[in-house]
């Protein structure tokens, strides 16, 4: 791999950034639905579509981002994304009306499938592959922080601003970052390549298909809707397969499943977030429901687990150097899943607080997980490779983390019945939390494929 020869010591907080706003949108507003429904003068119960048009919009556009990296060079592709990004977040704070909402957030989301993976792109293209590990380390805090200062933020916004500001927040951050980016982001190399149109059309025909399919998961009455989407989805999986195999401009190329520590972190990050993707969803709603507690209080008892994540990130590259990435990511997925079995142990007597040591522990473990993972999926790609290895984690990513939502609901719904739970849902939630902890465990069987040395060029 050639670097750039002078990255800036400001690159990784322009990285860092722009994660994390377009991480912070994705979540920041939940807790504000209500409050701008009721300024619509809408039902709150079809404001859930503000979050469906942003996840859709990803998964549509996110495939573009290789063919855009290649035509148009990273610098171009990052500064253009983070001005519709702003634009997007003015039209949704400006909006009148709900469609005038849907509409900003599809512009914001447009914009967001560009910079996330262009932000991972631009770090391997800048750094030395054993230079990545540590800046990734760090430009990656704000996946742990932002899905719980989003919800905490918009509650806060909402209830003594007005819920214009968390879209208006956005601009003098953006703004900020875009003027960064104009001075210090490097010219990359890039080629004029051409669309493949038709594997644009299958691989984000089938995102949508699969996404919309999770969005749409929890309403019983569309069953059927959401098993002919997922039929349509993984059959656009599949004909896109058959077309990339002679297809020389592939949107994403099958070569890069002959490079064998990404086609194994790949899977790895697929069956894996499928267990960790369920505790978001799950706890929230154990605090809120069984427990009867308030979402101020369950914002509280998530913190430490995101901060914990952030406090031990500075131990990781001597744990991965001293055991390699093969042994700890066996051994962290089993203590990972065994972590999440504990979750389901307390019962309706237990004190809250009895959860805070368990979910402490559990947001350590679970930064090492996602570090580990991407970087080890990332460490042997050429650098032709990066823009559409990026693209594909990252469509990766969005997918198995809505799979993991579902397969907890799908729990929960089978479990609270009065056959199994006799009227109490604690028993629903324990039973929850065994079967994504196990699925957790199991998953661990995919990095045992990983060679000892695997890894080793990302520590230096």
């Known amino acids: 791999m050639s670097p750039q020869p002078k990255a800036s010591p400001l690159l990784p907080l322009l990285l860092t950034i722009t994660i994390f706003i377009q991480l912070l949108d994705a979540t920041i507003l939940n807790t504000a639905l209500p409050a701008i429904a009721k300024d619509f003068h809408e039902s709150p119960l079809v404001m859930q579509s503000t979050i469906i048009s942003y996840a859709l919009t990803l998964a549509i556009f996110i495939p573009l981002n290789s063919f855009l990296s290649d035509r148009i060079g990273l610098k171009k592709l990052f500064m253009g994304a983070m001005v519709v990004f702003v634009l997007g977040s003015i039209g949704c704070a400006m909006s009148p009306n709900l469609n005038w909402l849907l509409t900003g957030r599809v512009v914001q989301g447009i914009g967001g499938a560009m910079l996330a993976p262009a932000a991972r792109t631009i770090i391997m293209r800048s750094y030395t592959r054993s230079q990545f590990f540590n800046v990734f380390n760090y430009a990656s805090m704000p996946a742990l922080l932002a899905p719980v200062l989003g919800p905490a933020i918009g509650g806060y916004l909402a209830d003594y601003a007005t819920w214009h500001w968390i879209f208006l927040i956005n601009v003098p951050i953006g703004l900020g970052a875009l003027i960064l980016a104009w001075y210090i982001l490097p010219l990359f190399p890039y080629k004029k390549s051409k669309l493949d149109l038709k594997g644009f059309f299958l691989f984000s025909g089938a995102s949508f ?22 039929i349509a989805g993984f059959a656009g999986v599949y004909f896109y397969w058959g077309h990339a195999k002679s297809e020389k401009d592939a949107i994403y190329s099958r070569d890069l499943f002959q490079i064998r520590t990404y086609r194994i972190g ?40 995101a901060l914990a994540g952030v406090a031990v990130k500075p131990g990781f590259k001597f744990i991965l150097s001293r055991f390699g990435y093969r042994k700890t990511l066996i051994r962290n997925t089993q203590i990972l899943g065994f972590l999440i079995l504990l979750l389901g142990l307390p019962g309706k007597e237990a004190s809250l607080w009895i959860y805070v040591p368990i979910l402490i522990v559990l947001g350590g473990v679970n ?68 079967v994504i902890g196990l699925l957790t465990m199991i998953s661990g069987a995919v990095f045992a494929r990983l060679h000892v040395q695997d890894g080793k060029n990302m520590m230096g």
């Open 266 to 305: 790949m899977a790895g990050n697929l069956v894996c977030r499928l267990g960790i993707g369920g505790v978001p969803y799950l706890l929230p709603l154990l605090f809120q429901i069984a427990y009867q507690d308030s979402a101020s209080l369950s914002g509280m008892l998530l913190a430490p687990m």
């Open 209 to 230: 298909c699969l996404t919309l399919a999770l969005e749409l998961f929890d309403g019983n009455e569309l069953v059927g809707l959401v098993v002919g989407l997922l």
């Open 367 to 434: 930064s090492l997980q996602f570090t580990a993972m991407n970087t080890i999926t990332l460490s042997k790609l050429r650098d032709y490779q990066t823009t559409s290895a990026n693209s594909m984690l990252s469509v990766n990513q969005l997918l198995s983390l809505g799979f993991g939502v579902a397969i907890s609901a799908i729990c929960l719904r089978i479990f609270n019945t009065d056959m199994i739970a006799h009227g109490d849902i604690f028993v629903a939630f324990r039973y929850s939390f065994i």
